[in-house]
């Protein structure tokens, strides 16, 4: 019965079919009469037949997909053969993986999904402040911030979509300062029943190019150590301390990782680590059990995207070559074999503007990370519109021609 539903009325449908079927018995007829040779002019009018039932069969497959498309892509259907183009190339893009959290990882992801749709995200979950830290104490689910930030950045949906997720409900209400992606995403793990399950299906609703994967499912948080030998626990409070950082750890001694994110490293042609704050967004996945290894094992590029500036509370007066050493310290030697580093200039007002909330500009000392035995790619991959960041579209050219061009000590790039 639910067949015959294509024959109801208004569907737009039917008279395309019985052409397309008309043309199919007109290719029939002609092959006939070319084989049996029946008329003088057999192979003229056989083959004229076939030739014309073929066009009919053509043309009404073309209409009969057409309507399909007015359905499902209103208002898009002039741009059918440019999006099939687009998202077939994204298809044959490179497999990256990308690692870390904050705003420096989705901000890399927003210029990444326009060369590949390949990418998958490797996201911290030792997150406990604000409306992701609120959330996982209320509900006992892993923090939803940083992997809603992904999503949104590797979303395709319409842009009042992502709108949306991002929306953060304002002091009016006991919703304050949540956004509504990290409810959704809390709904829909309650709904589940697994965090995994809901990240997936929030990937769907807002049909990301790719997939996010956090390091770890198990509840996590981050221990800093500092010189002095104090201790501070959270995410939320090693950020507002002023003392030099020894070295962070889990409250977890042993946190298993993800099966997924060891499969997605395995057959990456190519792994980003950062860019993001080094001690509480990059250094943390690689401290879930396995991750730091099974990346050491890869043979592929392993790059590491160093700060453009310095972050207060973190890494004060950190060099280019401090933020890789402080890496290497918490994992191994052979966790990375690029450095991408900074060049571009900041503007003064823009300095003026940091140097109130204690950052400054990273030192690209570049001869330093080489004598260690690391390769560098120095270029101007800074954008300075309003805040100093990452650009996305030039560190997503540089780590797609890094995939093709591996060898050499010192890339520069435009």
């Known amino acids: 019965m639910r067949r015959l539903k294509w024959l109801y009325p208004g569907m737009k449908i039917k008279r395309w079919i019985f052409a397309s079927s008309s043309g199919v018995l007109l290719v029939a007829i002609g092959s006939v009469i070319l084989i049996l040779k029946k008329f003088p002019d057999s192979k003229i009018i056989g083959g004229s037949v076939a030739v014309l039932g073929a066009l009919i069969v053509i043309y009404g497959m073309k209409r009969m997909l057409k309507s399909f498309i007015a359905v499902f892509l209103p208002k898009r259907e002039k741009e059918l053969v440019d999006i099939m183009y687009h998202y077939r190339q994204l298809e044959k893009g490179p497999k990256i993986v990308v690692i870390g959290g904050g705003t420096g990882l989705s901000t890399i992801l927003h210029g990444l999904k326009e060369q590949t749709s390949n990418i998958t995200a490797i996201v911290t979950v030792a997150d406990d402040g604000g409306s992701s830290g609120r959330l996982r104490e209320q509900f006992g689910i892993l923090p939803p911030g940083d992997i809603r930030n992904c999503l949104v950045a590797l979303a395709d949906a319409e842009p009042l979509m992502r709108e949306l997720f991002q929306f953060r409900f304002g002091n009016e209400s006991e919703l304050s300062g949540h956004s509504f992606g990290n409810l959704f995403i809390t709904a829909m793990c309650k709904v589940t029943g697994d965090f995994e399950k809901a990240i997936k299906e929030s990937s769907k609703v807002l049909a990301i190019r790719g997939r996010v994967i956090p390091s ?35 409250n977890l001694a042993h946190c298993k990782a993800s099966s997924e994110s060891f499969d997605a490293i395995a057959e990456a042609d190519i792994i980003v680590l950062g860019p993001g704050s080094l001690y509480t967004s990059v250094i943390p996945n690689l401290l879930v059990d396995g991750i730091a290894e099974k990346i050491a094992q890869s043979k592929s590029p392993k790059v590491y995207i160093c700060n453009v500036m310095t972050q207060s509370g973190e890494t004060d007066s950190y060099t280019a070559f401090d933020h890789m050493n402080a890496l290497i310290a918490h994992t191994r030697p052979d966790i990375i074999n690029y450095c991408i580093v900074n060049i571009g200039r900041v503007p003064k007002e823009l300095l003026k503007k940091y140097e109130g909330e204690g950052a400054y500009p990273v030192i690209a000392d ?47 790039i435009d």
């Open 216 to 250: 770890t499912l198990e509840k996590v948080k981050l221990v800093a150590e500092y010189r002095n030998g104090h201790k501070t626990v959270g995410e939320t409070e090693i950020a507002k301390q002023n003392f030099p950082i020894k070295k962070v750890y889990l």
């Open 366 to 412: 570049s001869d330093k990370i080489i004598e260690n035995g690391y390769n560098v790619i120095e270029g101007d991959v800074v954008n300075t519109q309003d805040y100093v960041r990452h650009d996305a579209k030039k560190l997503s050219k540089v780590i797609i021609d890094l995939t093709l061009k591996t060898k050499g000590k010192k890339i520069s």
